[in-house]
């Protein structure tokens, strides 16, 4: 099992709809839960923390269920520009030292 | 007040060569990192600078992978007798504090192709 897990996509909806995206990590004693965006041939920014208790920042909100050990984000009113890929990462426990765990991240398309 | 820089943006190298990338941190920056990409991926840790110490180094592919941070400012990866599954994007990011952090600023890449 891969330690930070997402679908691919690509997932392409509607201007306006509401989108949602998991990602599923492996080891329970991570601590720290991250979304990044990343643009086409750009590099990865970081789009919201993770918080245990869910966050929200305008259209997007986050989530985490440590017990199923998932995250996920949810964008309502989708625009054109949330089109971008949607990385999930993990800070991983240390054994020695922190790090950062990405996964393969998840195509969203906004159509018009 | 710019962001982490990279160079070169792009490198075209034959089977063989060695390369060496550049990565300069936003100024004042204690941590910094080195990610490959490859296609389709999201970026995979290679190694971890604390200042000019390098604390890990676990995600280096191989031995012909070496990175360096002297002065603790600017870092460089070096890949000697680069091999075709080199090609990928090399994405340096930097933290004003050590790990764990919350927020890493990543720079543009290099995108190096391996013919």
């Known amino acids: 099992r891969k330690e930070v897990e997402q679908d691919p996509g690509p997932f392409n909806v509607p201007e306006g709809a509401t989108v949602a995206f998991n990602c599923t990590y492996s080891n329970s004693a991570s601590q720290s839960f991250f979304w990044y965006r990343q643009d086409c041939r750009k590099e990865p920014k970081l789009l919201m923390s993770v918080y245990s208790s869910g966050n929200e920042d305008g259209r997007f909100t986050a989530q985490l269920n440590r017990a199923s050990q998932y995250i996920s984000l949810l964008i309502r009113d989708s625009k054109l520009s949330d089109s971008a890929t949607y990385l999930c990462?993990?800070?991983?426990?240390?054994?020695?030292?922190?790090?950062?765990?990405f996964g393969t991240g998840t195509r969203l398309k906004v159509l018009a | 007040g710019a962001g982490v820089s990279q160079s070169p943006r792009y490198k075209v190298a034959k089977r063989g060569q060695d390369v060496a990338l550049r990565c300069d941190p936003i100024?004042?920056?204690?941590?910094l990192f080195w990610y490959q990409q490859a296609l389709g991926q999201g970026p995979e840790f290679l190694t971890y600078?604390?200042?000019?110490?390098?604390?890990?180094k676990s995600g280096l592919p191989s031995d012909r992978f070496f990175a360096e941070r002297p002065e603790g400012s600017v870092s460089t990866l070096k890949i000697q007798r680069t091999q075709q599954e080199d090609s990928a994007v090399y994405l340096c990011a930097s933290s004003l504090n050590r790990l764990p952090i919350k927020t890493q600023y990543f720079g543009p890449g290099t995108r190096l192709l391996v013919l």
């Open positions: 100024s004042g920056h204690v941590s």
């Open positions: 990462v993990v800070l991983w426990p240390p054994s020695g030292t922190y790090k950062y765990i």
């Open positions: 600078f604390q200042n000019e110490a390098q604390l890990d």
